[in-house]
Antibody
Framework: QVQLVESGGGLVQPGRSLRLSCAAS????????IHWVRQAPGKGLEWVAT????????FYGDSVKGRFTISRDTSKSTVDLQMNSLETEDTAVFYC?????????WGQGTLVTVSS | DIQMTQTPSTLSASVGDGVTITCRAS??????LAWYQQKPGRAPKLLIY???TLETGVPSRFSGSGSGTEFTLTITSLQPEDFATYYC?????????FGQGTKLEIK
């Protein structure tokens, strides 16, 4: 069955970096776009970034543009989110999701806490 | 950029009631609209895509309609498990914007 498993979350100080990973299984990895979506405590869903099925196209939300970088490794079936210059406002649960249009499968999420 | 506005932000209803949630796009998005359900501490779950297509396994009491800029999610005969937060999303491409969410509470 389709599985997406996030890892890499944790506590990090403002200004520092963190790298999240999304491990995919149960479907042809190279055929699907992968997205990152975050949810700050008590808030709604915010789209963060998208990488196309072949990795050639990458898109970012305005709040993370220039700070976050999305990448994929076909050999490992993983999608990473490199997060630099983290701010307290980046504190959230980060989900990865699959989908070329709608997001039809989601991981369980990983919590990122940015605090001094 | 596209903006998605959901109303209401909170909705109170009883088991057995029917409810409707509205989502408006700031510009036409054709039928590139998805609806998700999220329960506390859980990942969102896809309910409806392309504005009106029910995802496999989703009960038929859920339905979606609309095109262009105005969309609705209707739930008939509410069940206890339906009390959750619902989000609409533009899914036609960058940016994949979500609405602010509608929390459906038990009256």
């Amino acid at each position: 069955q389709v599985q997406l498993v996030e890892s890499g979350g944790g506590l990090v100080q403002p200004g520092r970096s963190l790298r999240l990973s999304c491990a995919a299984s149960g479907f042809p990895f190279s055929s699907h776009a992968i997205h990152w979506v975050r949810q700050a405590p008590g808030k709604g869903l915010e789209w963060v970034a998208t990488i196309s099925y072949d990795g050639t196209n990458k898109f970012y939300g305005d709040s993370v543009k220039g700070r976050f970088t999305i990448s994929r490794d076909t050999s490992k079936s993983t999608v990473d989110l490199q997060m630099n210059s983290l701010e307290t406002e980046d504190t959230a649960v980060f989900y990865c999701a699959r989908g070329s249009r709608e997001f039809d499968h989601w991981g369980q999420g990983t919590l990122v806490t940015v605090s001094s | 950029d596209i903006q998605m506005t959901q109303t209401p932000s909170t909705l109170s209803a009883s088991v057995g009631d029917g409810v409707t949630i509205t989502c408006r796009a700031s510009q036409s998005i054709n039928n590139w609209l998805a609806w998700y359900q999220q329960k506390p501490g859980r990942a969102p779950k896809l309910l409806i895509y392309k504005a009106s297509t029910l995802e496999t396994g989703v009960p038929s009491r859920f339905s979606g309609s609309g095109s262009g800029t105005e969309f609705t999610l209707t739930i008939t005969s509410l069940q206890p498990e339906d009390f959750a937060t619902y989000y609409c999303q533009h899914c036609g491409g960058n940016p994949y914007v979500f609405g602010q969410g509608t929390k459906l509470e038990i009256k």
